[in-house]
């Protein structure tokens, strides 16, 4: 049994198609279709029903699906542990930042901090703020950095995180200047009707 078989066997639950998974699982649709029928020998059931379209778990299927899906999350969180253990060992602080402050705001406020204490052995990932939020949820990071606005949900669940203000930004708008080479004297919106959004 290989823990890929699961990982397919969950992503065709997903899709319900052959080769939406092949895709997805970055393999060919024949070596997909063999790692399910190997995931189905060896439970001695078959998993899904390919007579209907979308195909459809069997009675087997649908049993065995929480126990794939609990497997795999054992599995995953075990390893994570594992990481974490060694890494906890090497006192590493694990941060992912959104790509710009990765480069424009990281670099000088840890070495501010840094310069106040002392060095820090850190791993900073730069990403998409939705991938920042994810390494954080799934303890991948310890602190993820990113901008921040009261409209803007974060998606973290308040009993389990919380926030601290490190920087401001100000947004500036501009504008091209006209033929005549002169800037516009005027932006769109006014301090009463602010514009909402600017591209």
């Known amino acids: 049994m290989e823990s890929r ?7 065709l639950v997903d899709t319900r198609n052959f080769s939406r998974s092949a895709e997805a699982r970055y393999t060919t649709q024949p070596a997909f ?3 399910i029928k190997s995931l189905e020998d060896w439970v001695g ?5 390919r007579t209907t379209q979308p195909i459809s778990l069997t009675p087997s299927g649908e049993r065995f699906r929480p126990v794939a899906e609990e497997v795999l999350r054992r599995l995953l ?21 959104t790509h710009s402050l990765s480069l424009t705001f990281f670099p000088n406020w840890i070495r501010s901090i840094e310069a106040k204490t002392h060095t820090f052995n850190i791993r900073l ?9 994810q390494s954080l949820i799934k303890g991948e ?13 974060m998606n973290l669940p308040p009993m389990h995180f919380t926030s ?4 401001t930004d100000r947004l500036l ?19 009463e009707e602010p514009v909402h959004y600017l591209a």
């Open 33 to 35: 279709s063999r790692r």
């Open 45 to 49: 059931a078959k998993l899904f029903d």
């Open 5 to 11: 078989w699961l990982e397919d066997f969950l992503s």
């Open 77 to 97: 969180q075990g390893r994570e542990d594992a990481r974490r253990v060694g890494e906890t060992s090497a006192n590493l602080i694990r941060f992912s930042a």
């Open 173 to 191: 708008p501009v504008t091209l200047p006209d033929s005549a080479g002169s800037p516009l004297d005027k932006l769109p919106g006014t301090e």
């Open 125 to 133: 990932d730069s990403c998409q703020f939705n991938d920042c939020m």
């Open 164 to 167: 601290k203000l490190v920087g």
């Open 141 to 153: 990071s310890h602190f993820a950095i990113s901008h921040a606005h009261p409209q803007v949900e």
